[in-house]
């Protein structure tokens, strides 16, 4: 909460030598908890996965956490999510906290399809590419979980992973190693973990 509320000074100070209109941030983690309190500031709130799908509260430390979370998301007065699934899961997780105050601004990219040439010769093969952290909360358990199964039915797809190898929370295990320990290193020709890339790399 102490670091929660130093944010909250830090805006103060701002706003003494130039007046903040809106004040955007997301629920996580937690860091305009005072902010959206304070009726001088027009305050948006952004739905990302809550911390209660990683959480299970099996303590006081994480059940404080993930009812802050779930107070900041009731006392925001306006809320913003990037898919029905987010307001899914956080009804899921806390209720109906925001279902009347919460509007869809759906994230998207131009369509390309039509002028972006593809320099390389028609294949056949398939390659997903994942790029970011690998951590529960971007669904990396869920992706290591469900490629066994689409390499055991498909065997024209190659993934590609690319971030840091972090280590599992309450496990001494990284995501990759488990990975691999759990398949015995079945798929190492088809699942590729590069690691942490440049942008040089990745454009």
């Known amino acids: 909460m102490a670091r929660t509320y130093s944010y909250y000074e830090e805006l103060l ?28 500031f027009v305050c948006v709130t952004t739905l990302v996965t809550p911390v209660a799908h990683v959480l299970k509260g099996d303590d006081s430390s994480e059940r404080f956490i993930m009812d802050l979370e779930k107070d900041l998301i009731k006392k925001s007065k306006y809320v913003l ?16 906290v925001c279902k009347n105050n919460a509007s869809i601004l759906y ?14 010769e028609a294949s056949s093969e398939i390659e997903i590419l ?8 971007k669904g990396t358990d869920t992706l290591l979980e469900a490629i066994p199964k689409i390499l055991d039915k498909y065997d024209d797809i190659t993934f590609r ?3 840091v190898n972090s280590q599992i929370p309450g496990l001494n295990t990284t995501y990759k190693d ?26």
């Open 161 to 163: 992973l690319l971030g």
């Open 178 to 203: 488990k990975f691999i320990s759990e398949t015995k290193n079945k798929y190492s020709q088809k699942v590729i973990f590069e690691g942490e890339v440049s942008n040089e790399v990745l454009n």
């Open 81 to 96: 999510a990037d898919s029905k699934a987010i307001l899914d899961e956080i009804e899921r997780c806390y209720g109906d």
């Open 13 to 40: 100070k701002i706003h003494e030598k130039r007046p903040v209109d809106i004040v955007h941030a997301s629920i996580w983690p937690c860091l305009h908890y005072y902010t959206v309190q304070d009726e001088r």
């Open 107 to 120: 994230l998207g990219l131009k369509d390309e399809a039509q002028t972006v040439k593809i320099n390389r």
């Open 130 to 137: 994942y790029v970011g952290r690998f951590e529960n909360r």
